[in-house]
């Protein structure tokens, strides 16, 4: 595995992007995340077009001209040390193949986000840098928990993460070290067959999604399997399933997992032998905490599910 560039450690008075490479957000949404920043010791700094908006089929954050200066100012500056998205939703492939890297390879820093921001996190991954796969601004106002966002900001400050969790019913037992990657599961899909796609040989998978009815899961897994993904990877940790099945069901932001969701994927990939994580707590979900994506990651299933960073 060919050694990942991680940023340095943020110190206090550090500045902070926040940027919408995606969806659009009003102020009220950002103001306890950003309030939450400030009160880590760090100052954040609001991108041109933080709170702008455009329709076009979609409520994006601003024109893509408007976001694409925005993600490359964010990336680029020399005075930020991190960048984090306002929220996901959808717009990040219309980014990424304009993206400028030069200062940004020079002084590296941390890019936080989920969901759609996964496409952003693989443009970074085959550039050889880390991100963290987490807690966006907008969550903060959903009443999320304080953990997810406070192991956000021991990574930021140099602290790697360490899990201890409970077993699933549907985990397969093993020993797995290697290199982290995945996200979105919608877009780990949507990438597949493009040049911005994971290069899954030997890592360790993460997917998490939400809203996705149970066909349209199935027929994702089944790309993936098409594809040959599941010949190559190490072992599969699968996040928050959340609000899955059929369109027309009530759709409530507390239900986290979908055990039926974890039973079609388990069934998918029954014939596989390598190690699996059903129900990881990072997703759609309200207890969301980080991964890096792009780090070396050991992973032990038996009675308890460790994680280690």
């Not at 950002?30 to 010791?41: A, V």
């Not at 304080?146 to 021991?154: K, N, Q, W």
């Amino acid at each position: 595995m060919k050694k990942m560039i991680f940023p340095k450690s943020l110190k206090k008075g550090d500045k902070i992007a926040v940027i919408s490479p995606a969806g659009a957000v009003d102020t009220s949404q950002l103001e306890k995340g950003i309030e939450m920043i400030k009160s880590r010791g760090f100052e954040p700094v609001p991108g041109e077009h933080l709170y702008t908006k455009f329709s076009n089929g979609y409520n994006y954050a601003g024109t893509e001209k408007e976001r694409i200066k925005d993600i490359n100012w964010a990336l680029n500056d020399k005075e930020i040390k991190a960048v984090w998205a306002s929220r996901g939703g959808y717009g990040c492939q219309h980014l990424i193949q304009h993206l400028k890297m030069k200062d940004f390879t020079e002084n590296p820093k941390w890019y936080i986000g989920y969901s759609d921001n996964t496409v952003i996190q693989s443009y970074l991954l085959k550039k050889g840098f880390v991100s963290i796969h987490g807690q966006t601004i907008k969550t903060s106002s959903f009443g999320v928990t304080g953990e997810s966002y406070d192991l956000i900001f021991d990574i930021l400050k140099g602290k790697m993460p360490k899990y201890s969790l409970k077993s699933h019913p549907l985990n397969k037992e093993g020993y797995i070290k290697g290199e982290l990657i995945g996200g979105n599961l919608a877009l780990i899909y949507a990438l597949l067959g493009t040049q911005y796609s994971f290069d899954f040989k030997d890592k360790i998978l993460f997917i998490e999604d939400i809203g996705e009815n149970f066909y349209a899961l199935d027929r994702m897994i089944m790309s993936l399997e098409l594809a040959g993904v599941f010949k190559k990877i190490k072992g599969l940790i699968v996040g928050g399933m959340t609000n899955m099945g059929d369109e027309k069901e009530n759709k409530n932001y507390e239900e986290s997992f979908d055990e039926f969701a974890y039973k079609l994927i388990s069934d998918r990939i029954s014939r596989y032998k390598f190690p699996v994580v059903f129900a990881f707590p990072n997703g759609h979900i309200k207890d969301n905490r980080p991964l890096i994506i792009g780090s070396e990651v050991k992973v032990k299933i038996d009675t308890k599910v460790k994680v280690e960073f």
